[in-house]
């Protein structure tokens, strides 16, 4: 059962070891007041939802963990900084990187939100190499969950499943790109993916975010035997039964 899986790994001085432990494990009070007083990074205990941290004078990729952090906690930033956010991390060519600077700077800005309206609405598809992670896919993770509800749903369908494949991208990463955005995709062609791609070898962890995706569609998927991707995925249903 996922509650005595995390109460074991806590017995035994488990600390959260990623961003997706700390981010999945903020939405359980329980576990939150566990595991505090071992987490004791100021960026860490921001995304435990237990502390703040500075930006100032950090790394990109700091500052990207702050932002998001922060939005997890409904902070909102300041628009100027997270528009040289997401133009920063857009030089890296990671989407590691790219995507949550570009969703913390398009929960606070119209203007990001509506160009990616627009790019949406134009029902055109381009093709992407596998592994690429094109920028109308950053639209979608970005703020698709107030765009993708006012789509024609054989346009959503095609979205989808256009989109679907990036889920590897996400899983391997830890981002949990696709988590605000799954109650509004096409759930049959995101399980299809989910069902397909979590039989294949993968990244510890990769499989929990798959298995904690499939919480969220009422789809029950193996996160496999290692413990860092049951923990991730005990997480989410804890997360997900705490509401």
Known sequence: ??????RECIDGGWVPENDAELRLARRVAWVVDA?????????????LGVGTADPAGRTLEDRIRIATACFDGGVSGQAGDLAALESDAMLTERPDLFIPAARAFAQISTERETSARIALSEQSLPYVFPGDVHPLMMDVLACGERILPALHVDWLRKLTAWLAPAVVVDSAAMGLWFWPVLDVLDIKKMSRELSKRIKRPAPRGARGIMA?????LALPLDPGPHMEDRRIYALSVLGNIAG
């Open 1 to 6: 059962m996922p509650e005595a899986l995390i």
């Open 35 to 47: 595991v505090e007083s071992r987490v004791t990074g100021d960026i860490d205990r921001a995304l």
């Open 212 to 216: 904690a995706y499939g919480t969220r």
